[in-house]
């Protein structure tokens, strides 16, 4: 056993040791938001800043240049001056250019806005920039065309605030759970399940691949014909009865060795050449035309998946309170500001939960989300609000500190209808509702969250409970200003007969959910779960108009860039 009294390893001594003398020391750099924060306190702190070049401008006939440079940290730039003996100002002072300065921070004049600057004393690094191929010029591009440069929009004002904000919203989620004693759990990217049953879902296949590469080698070997087995065959016929003759004639071990081994090597060139006269080109069918997914490299149909629900309830029904936050497929072929081919969906699972708790935990989480981007991400809301959406802030305000509305799906439908407003979309019974009348009712009618709850279910997933009245399920949706339905969820079908009917109405076979009606077979519990739509989230925190703005790198029809 070790000395329990033992002093502690001097890790610091064995890492300086570890590090070898041909390597750069490692970089000490000082956060810009650190700096700008704390403001002309710092005065007379010798400090390393990188980041790129927002403007920079020479002055004092050329003597000295003023670089506003920005590191990502902050909305922020700080004003970094450099004297010409320093370094050719040239070099640094077209946008874009990426720098790594040390320097001096100061007070400057007091006539300036800035609080603190920094006086540099040495460049250490420079990414010089060709100004006139740069695509992010000085002047403001519109966001659908800095979609074309999805590798350099981060740089903008507007797309780094987002990512700011997404990041601060992916932490909060991790927070809100478990605060709420919820387990993380990570839920897989191909899946062989349907959870929406709407077959709008990207193929995940190896087919093409091995397609590609048969073509190739039977344009370069073509595949034997039947003569040309036979005749093998013959040749291993030939070389068997002339190991039984030697054997006959009780010929020598290595005689009788050497014949077994030539038949054994014939034996193999038949096996090589039936197995290749097997080769045909293009994807593998089967006899009634159906692709033979069973050549495939999962040995069936695969698929990238549209929710983590189903996997993530498995985990519900051991760990009681789970959630998964990871990326979503639909193949859907829709242009639309509001829908993406991969985005990223937030989903808890509650055992022992009914609809109501599951709307409770959806408004307590909407409301935490909220709250956190105010007390966490103030500087970058309010750069939204300056440029994007004054009401941004407000909107936050409203949701966080108000009571959610809610109502059945039959009196929303009844409201709407007793509007008197004429919809671009039908208003009706037994129809989902559209973004136009989400908007409506938490816009217009309620001027807050609304929370619509026990849909028709002919319009809603085979998973949703099944209520009394058999004509409606225990599901609801979050709608709220600007976007509409936010999230989606419902008490999730316990009961094994009606599931498996379910299932069957929807037109889905059983096979694939064998394993999803176990859950109810063995230990069957009453469990409810809902999905954030998370780009949504974002969409409604920062008053943006197109989904394709506040994920980093959109995938739509006709767009997979990088």
Known sequence: MADAAAPAPPTAQLAAASISSDLEPPTTRTRIRAILDAGDSLAGQSVVVGGWVKTGRQQGKGDFAFLEVNDGSCQGNLQVMVDKEVYPLARLTHTGTSVLVEGLLQKPPVEAKQRIELKVKKVVEVGEVDAAAYPLPKTKLNLETLRDFVHLRARTNTIGAVARIRHQLAYATHTFFDKEDFLYIHTPIITTSDCEGAGEMFQVTSLFSQAEKVDKELKENPAPSEADVEAAKLVVKGKGDAVAQLKAAKASKQEITAAVSELTKAKEIVLRL???????????????????????????????????QLQVETYACALSSVYTFGPTFRAENSHTSRHLAEFWMVEPEIAYANLHDDMNYAERYVKYLCKWLLDHCREDMEFMVKHVDKTAIERLELVSSTPFERISYTKAVEILEGTGKKFENKVEWGIDLASEHERYLTEVIFKKPVIVYNYPKGIKAFYMRL????????????????????????????RLDVLTQRILDADLPLEPYEWYLDLRRFGSVKHSGFGLGFERMILFATGLDNIRDVIPFPRYPGRADL
């Open 467 to 494: 209520n009394d009245d058999q004509k409606t399920v225990a599901a609801m949706d979050v709608l709220v200003p600007k976007v509409g339905e936010l999230i989606g969820g419902s008490q999730r079908e316990e």
């Open 274 to 308: 039936e197995e290749r006269s097997k080769l045909k080109p293009g994807i593998p069918h089967r006899d009634d035309g159906s692709i033979a997914f069973e050549n495939d490299f999962f040995k069936r149909a695969a698929f990238l998946t549209v929710s983590g």
